[in-house]
């Protein structure tokens, strides 16, 4: 046995040089290396790691950031831009005026609009044929004419009816009665175009976002014993939410910038006001940056609340929150912090 071992050893040696003398046989008993029979573990400790290269990614970069570059400096460099005009009306008390009144409207027009519109969505599912034709007609209606027309519209109904009352119908008993002139005035109308017409559309974004729960987590729950109202509200609505909000806040961000349209009815919200000043002044285009300015304001605080919104009731659909800016920034630092260490070492 021991003449077969070495002639079997021999040939290894020689075809592995550096492998130094052959061990001796092993025993019956004894176990083979980790890496495998007759073979040990690789060692790549020695080998230096090299970062995959993309040099299209930096091509387009590049690219990109020439291009800003460009449009900063023409913007800072452009004297027709005028700055200093727009710094000194930035902040004017009469444009902050104009800038609350805009978030007036918008505060109160989205939420009366949401309000309603979550009625009409409940509408639009019911059973009820007559709910339903309600509902399917007042989302037709507003959503088919302009908001210019509806704010025109409601401004002159003292036109059509002299006296709005309320009383009980086709009798002439009258709880309350007063002139429409009186009661729909500038900002009456201007709330109550933008409500309806959002109400419209935020009935729309509900509806889609209940319709996309699954039907079987409903029959799972009633079959379980759970009541409707907790299965709408604990169950339903948790997870429609993540479907309605992204929608719901590009329609709010869109009625920030659709109350400019309510300068037809001259009431001092930001365009209006803008407008107001530039007509005295003839600085058109740094008015015009004032108002621009503010509403990219106004956008971008709403986005950080649609992120962190967002982020709230994705739980239970990822496995994993996505990160803040402030996480993605402190990962993006130590990652690289440790990149640069590791390559200083090599």
Known sequence: MSSATTRVAQPEQAADPSAGPAPAAAGAGSQPPAGGPGRQAADYSA?????????????????????????????????RWEWGVVAQWF????????????????AISGLLGFVLGFILALMRLSASPLLVSVSWTFSWIFRSTPLLVQMLLWYNL??????????????DVRFFEIQTTTLISQFAAAVLG????????????????????DQGQLEAAAALGIPAWRRSTRIVLPQAMRAILPTAFNEIIGLVKGTSIVYVLAYSELFYTVQVIYNRTQQVLPLLLVATLWYVVITSVLSVFQYYIERHYSKGAVRNLPLTPLQKARKFFATHAVDSNRARSL
């Open 47 to 79: 080998y230096r790691v090299v970062a995959a290269k993309h040099p299209w990614r930096w091509v387009g970069t590049a690219a990109v950031a020439l291009g800003v570059v460009a449009i900063a400096w023409s913007l800072a460099t452009n004297p």
């Open 91 to 106: 902040t004017a008390q009469s444009v902050i005026n104009g800038l609350v009144e805009t978030l007036k409207l918008t």
């Open 158 to 171: 003292g036109y059509l009816y002299e006296k709005i009352s309320l009383g009980i119908p086709f009798t």
């Open 194 to 213: 933008l409500t309806l017409n959002q109400a419209a559309y935020s009935a729309e974004i509900i509806r889609g976002g209940i319709l996309s729960v």
